[in-house]
Every structure is written in structure tokens, then in C-alpha cells.
């Protein structure tokens, strides 16, 4: 049995349906992310976890245990805000200390555990217990929101877009700190962004949504080389999506354009159906082939020097590649509007709907 | 040219302002002939019938605050999480009293709560004083709920409520330990107010025939000269301090000087 079970959550405002159908289920200790564009219903699915949403159909199960009747402040769900918000008339210790103190546990227990939930996020009490929010950053802000939610060891964390309201790179560290934290202690955790790499990279399982469907759920390495839809392939990464017509369906011969290519692979469609491809731009390379590659011909439009990659948007035959390479300093970049060379292997052709 | 005519607007300001209160701070200390005394100020303040309205008024002006805090607070809470759309229509009830005379009001009273109605609290001293009470509440709501809820916007309610909730917060805990200490400022603010209002309010109080501070002020202006401007110079000092205490708690309350940041 999972440890959190969704089952044909519904929930409209108005006429409006924001969340359609949605089910999963979450074993204990997952990591799952929520991922998707504003306004797919993905914090509404948090909400009605967290009981600040009751769902108009459906049933929501912790530990076997039906939710729904229950208010918030009984579920034991803790929760982490985009706008982290802490308590501003209470310290950091007291901040921490509140959901232990609203549970009525001692005031020794509570003064431990507000210590090593501290300890856990790298804000030792004796430095930062008696500060306030404002007299610390948005990330450390982000981090006692963290603890306070944990500090009453709840059995499910919620995390409501956390990183978003913060600067690039104490994002990148936070979310690595997250995940750890998260491992260390075990807790099952729905974790809600728009952000494809912060979900790719923390979590155990992606849940893509889309216009309040759950387009996809997997592994982030399924969700990314194997995308079950269109929405997903297109939402999830940089994708150069292209149409083909299926030639053979066994042996994966396929029409590009009047352009023949081989997947040796077993399609989804009959001979004679359209199919959607499409290509990741680190499955293009630039210049001659290896014997099975496929090429084409066509002309750089813009380059973008991203560090350690460099991003070439090529236009092949009127359709736009997006193409990734590894910088290197003794291979400099073409120049917009100079002729190059792509190739592929056809191993690397995403069916999208596969 | 336009700093000094700044200047001398400033300058005009400040002598129309300042000038009846110096004449009659200064004409209060002539009680005693041909030399300044506070011997008018000695002679309300051994006044035994100044300390019993005193009393009585900075009694009813508690009774009215906390009255207030409770029906203020929960209301403009409750009206910012769970009925933003109801806001407008709040704020009309909340500003009537400023266009409803208060002997319109307290005529009203007597009307409804008098002997012979089915509450009768005209009939006792203590029910008389519960509608005054009252009617100090409603005269007080306009300040009250301004404060509370200028407070309460600059509290982000629904996050910091969901935020509790989600620790296990009951709607009481919500409110007494991070609604109520979060807009504690603006409370005090309104808690001052509604004091200063209620030690000057006379109409409700004579009407009711109640042995409050501003009667007291009326009658003592009947038959003396000193001592009626000694008082209405207490009675400023009185709204002075409570002013200054606004400030002074704004400024010690550490969390909210933060966010005024």
C-alpha cells in the first residue's frame, strides 16, 4: 500500500476546472515533484493535500487514512511557503518552536529539537535562535521555514514553489540542501514548481501536469527521454519537435520531408499515420558523422554562449534545430548566418507518445 | 521665495495651533492673584467628584477597548482571509458612526433598551453602563477597525494563517499568537484613540445620566474660571500622552520596525 494515495482528485472555482482526474500514489520517503506551467493545478493538488482545498470528488489517503474530513491543523502535513512565511513577531527558536508548543510538548523536548532541527539546516541556535526573519536573508528565511515544518515531524512535507523567491544560486544550493535533508530524515515530500531542472534534479519521480491533467508521471529520466505526450516533451526541456509519416512501422522507417530515416525501432502507428518526433539538442552534434548518423545541412541563426555549453539555433530545410555543444576554447563557436553541418544518431530520435 | 513662504505657512500654522493652548495653559496658572500657581490644577485634582468620573470614564474607556479588540479584531480577520469581497460594505457599517449624530444613537438607545422593552437595561445603573458601553464601542469602530485593518494589510493574513494551520494552530491560537501580535501597533493605536475619545465624550454619557469625565468638564464650566481650563488642559495632556504612547510603542515593537523598514 502507498503511503500517500490521490485518487480521482476534481476541484473547479466557478466554472473554472482546475484539477481533472488526478491521481497518484507516493511510497514513504518519496520525493515527488509537481511540475508544470501556471495555473495547472498543480498547488491546488498541494492544497487539497495540505486541507486548505477540499477536493469536489475524490479521495485523499495517508497511511491508509482517509484526509478529507480532517481540518489542516489535524492532518499533520507540514508545509513550506513560496513566501516562506514566518511568524515576523517571533524569533527564529520561537518560529521553529511553534508547532511543538501548539502540540503541547514540553519545554525541554521542544528547546532539543528546536536545536538539532537548527543544527539540521546549517542555522546553529546559538547564532541565529534569537534573531528575527528580517535580520536574516531569504534563503536562511527559506531554511528556518524548513525546519519549522519539520520540527513536528509531520508525515507528509509539502513544498509550495520554495526556491522561487530567491537569487539563482543560493536556489541551486538550497534544493541540494533540501533533497538531503529529506533523505536524511526519511519524510515522504510533494515538492510544487514550474522549474524543469529543480524538479529533474531532486527528485525521485516527476509528475508533469498540464491544464489540471497529469500529462506524466516518472523518473525523471523517463519523464526526459521517454516524454508520454506532446505537452511533455515540449514542457519539459528544449525540444526540436518535427512531423514524419511512418513508412514501415516494424523496422521504424519513417518520411521526414520527403527525407527517409531509419529508428530501427518499433513505432507506435501504423505505415501511412503522422507521428510527432523530436530531438534533444545534446543529441545534435555539429560537423561530419559517425557511419549510422544521420546529417543535414543548414545555417546557424543565433549563438548563445551559456559557460561550459554553447546553445546553436540552426535552421535546416525552414525547420529551427536547437542544437548543445560543450565549449571549447580550441574550437571557437560558428558565427550567425554561416553555413554548418548537423548529425544525429537515429537512436536518439525521441517518438514522442511512445 | 517658496522656502520662505513654506516658512511663514509653517510659522502661521504653528501660532494658530499653539496660541489658544498657550493662553489657556497661561490663564490657568492665574488662579492666584498676581502671580502664576497651579493652584487651579490642585483644586480639580483634590476634587473628589474629578477623581470619581475620572475613574469612571478610564473604567468604561477599558471596558470599550477590550469590547472593541475582541469584536474588531476577529472581524477584520475574518473579512480579510475569508470574505475579501465583503470589505467595502464593512468599511461603510464601520464609518457610520461619523455621520450618525451620537444623540441620534443614545435617543435610540433609550428607545429600545428603556424600562419597558424586552431588554431593559435603562433600569439598572450597571445596564446603563453596559449601553454606554456600547454606544462608546460604536462611537470608537471608525478608529478601531481603520487601524486594525491599515494592520492587518501590511500582514500577509492568508499565508501566516495557512502557515499556522499547517503546525497544527487552532483558529484562537491563530489569532492570539501571530494575527493579534502582528498588528499589535495598529491595535494600541486604535486601543489609544478610543481612550482619548471616550474621556472627552459627553453627550452619550449626559443623556444616559452617567457619572462620566465630560459632564463633569460641562458642569465645572458652569460655575468656575480656572478650573474648567485646567481641566481641558489635563484633558489635552491626557490625548498628548496617549498620542505619544502610539509612537512609543510603535517604535519599541522591534518585528514591526523591521517591516517598516
Known amino acids: 500500500m502507498s503511503h500517500l494515495d490521490l485518487q480521482g482528485l476534481q476541484k473547479s472555482f466557478g466554472a473554472n476546472r482546475v484539477v481533472r482526474d488526478f491521481s497518484l500514489s507516493i511510497d514513504k520517503g518519496e520525493f515527488v515533484s509537481l ?9 491546488t493538488v498541494l492544497r487539497m493535500v495540505a486541507g486548505f482545498e477540499t477536493p469536489d470528488t475524490g479521495a485523499i489517503r495517508l497511511e491508509g487514512r482517509d484526509l478529507i474530513p480532517l481540518r489542516t491543523n489535524a492532518r499533520n502535513v507540514g508545509m513550506v511557503f513560496q513566501a516562506y512565511a514566518l511568524f515576523p513577531n517571533l524569533t527564529v527558536a520561537q518560529n521553529v518552536g511553534f508547532g511543538l508548543k501548539v ?12 536545536a538539532e532541527m537548527l543544527d539540521l539546516i546549517g542555522l546553529p541556535v546559538g547564532d541565529f535562535g534569537s534573531r528575527y526573519p528580517f535580520q536574516l536573508s531569504g534563503g536562511q528565511q527559506q531554511r528556518v521555514a524548513l525546519a519549522r515544518a519539520l520540527a513536528p515531524r509531520p508525515r507528509v512535507l509539502l513544498l509550495d514553489e520554495p526556491l522561487s523567491a530567491l537569487d539563482a544560486k543560493v536556489r541551486v544550493r538550497l534544493r541540494s540542501e533540501i533533497r538531503t535533508i529529506q533523505r536524511h530524515l526519511g519524510i515522504t515530500t510533494i515538492f510544487v514548481t514550474h522549474d524543469q531542472e529543480e524538479a529533474l534534479s531532486i527528485s525521485d519521480r516527476v509528475v508533469v501536469m498540464n491544464a489540471g491533467i497529469l500529462e506524466q508521471a516518472g523518473t525523471p529520466f523517463e519523464v526526459y527521454n521517454h516524454p508520454a505526450t506532446a505537452f511533455v516533451a515540449s514542457f519539459v526541456g528544449t525540444l526540436t519537435p518535427f512531423e514524419a509519416r511512418v513508412l514501415e512501422s516494424e523496422t521504424g522507417l519513417v518520411d521526414v520531408s520527403g527525407r527517409r530515416l531509419r529508428l530501427g525501432r518499433r513505432l507506435p502507428r501504423a505505415a501511412g499515420e503522422a507521428l510527432t518526433l523530436a530531438l534533444r539538442p545534446e543529441a545534435l552534434r555539429l560537423g561530419r558523422p559517425e557511419d549510422e548518423a544521420i546529417q543535414l545541412s543548414g545555417v546557424a541563426r543565433e549563438v548563445e554562449f551559456m559557460g561550459s555549453i554553447i546553445r546553436i539555433r540552426a535552421e535546416v530545410g525552414g525547420t529551427p534545430f536547437v542544437l548543445d555543444t560543450f565549449n571549447r576554447p580550441d574550437a571557437p563557436p560558428p558565427a550567425p548566418g554561416e553555413a554548418v553541418d548537423i548529425s544525429f544518431s537515429p537512436r536518439d530520435v525521441i517518438v514522442v507518445g511512445a | ?9 509653517f510659522l502661521l500654522g504653528c501660532i494658530y495651533f499653539a496660541l489658544p493652548l498657550w493662553g489657556m495653559t497661561e490663564f490657568s496658572l492665574r488662579m492666584r492673584r498676581g502671580e502664576y500657581s497651579f493652584d487651579a490644577y490642585a483644586s480639580i485634582l483634590s476634587n473628589p467628584e474629578f477623581q470619581r468620573t475620572f475613574l469612571f470614564s478610564v473604567t468604561m474607556a477599558l471596558v470599550t477597548i477590550v469590547v472593541g479588540v475582541l469584536l474588531v479584531v476577529p472581524t477584520a480577520f475574518w473579512v480579510r482571509l ?14 457610520l458612526p461619523l455621520v450618525i449624530p451620537a444623540i441620534v444613537v443614545v435617543f435610540g438607545y433609550i428607545r429600545l433598551y428603556n424600562t419597558g422593552s424586552w431588554l431593559p437595561l435603562t433600569g439598572t445603573a450597571m445596564g446603563t453602563n453596559a449601553l454606554l458601553a456600547m454606544g462608546y464601542v460604536m462611537l470608537a ?28 494552530a487552532g483558529w484562537i491560537t491563530i489569532l492570539g499568537r501571530v494575527i493579534l ?3 499589535l501597533t495598529a491595535v494600541l493605536s486604535g486601543a489609544f484613540l478610543t481612550f482619548a475619545i471616550v474621556i472627552g465624550e459627553f453627550t452619550m454619557a449626559a443623556i444616559l445620566n452617567r457619572p462620566a469625565f465630560g459632564p463633569f ?17 489635563i484633558a489635552f495632556v491626557i490625548t ?3 498620542m505619544g504612547l502610539i509612537s512609543l510603542v510603535a517604535r519599541t515593537q522591534k518585528h514591526t520596525r523591521a517591516a517598516g523598514r
Open chain 2, 217 to 233: 468638564m460641562q458642569r465645572l464650566g458652569q460655575d468656575r474660571a480656572y478650573e474648567p481650563t485646567a481641566l481641558a488642559v
Open chain 2, 181 to 183: 501580535p502582528n498588528v
Open chain 2, 1 to 9: 521665495m517658496t522656502r520662505i513662504a513654506a516658512w511663514t505657512i
Open chain 1, 103 to 114: 502540540a503541547g510538548v514540553p519545554r525541554q523536548e521542544t528547546a532539543e529539537r528546536v
Open chain 1, 35 to 43: 511540475l508544470g506551467p501556471s495555473g495547472c493545478g498543480k498547488t
Open chain 2, 141 to 168: 469602530l471608525p478608529y478601531m477597525y481603520r487601524a486594525v485593518d491599515t494592520g492587518l494589510r501590511a500582514v500577509d493574513v492568508p499565508t501566516l494563517t495557512e502557515a499556522a494551520q499547517s503546525l497544527g
Open chain 2, 240 to 242: 498628548w500622552a496617549c
Open chain 2, 82 to 95: 475569508k470574505m475579501p469581497e465583503l470589505r467595502p460594505f464593512v468599511e461603510f457599517v464601520t464609518l
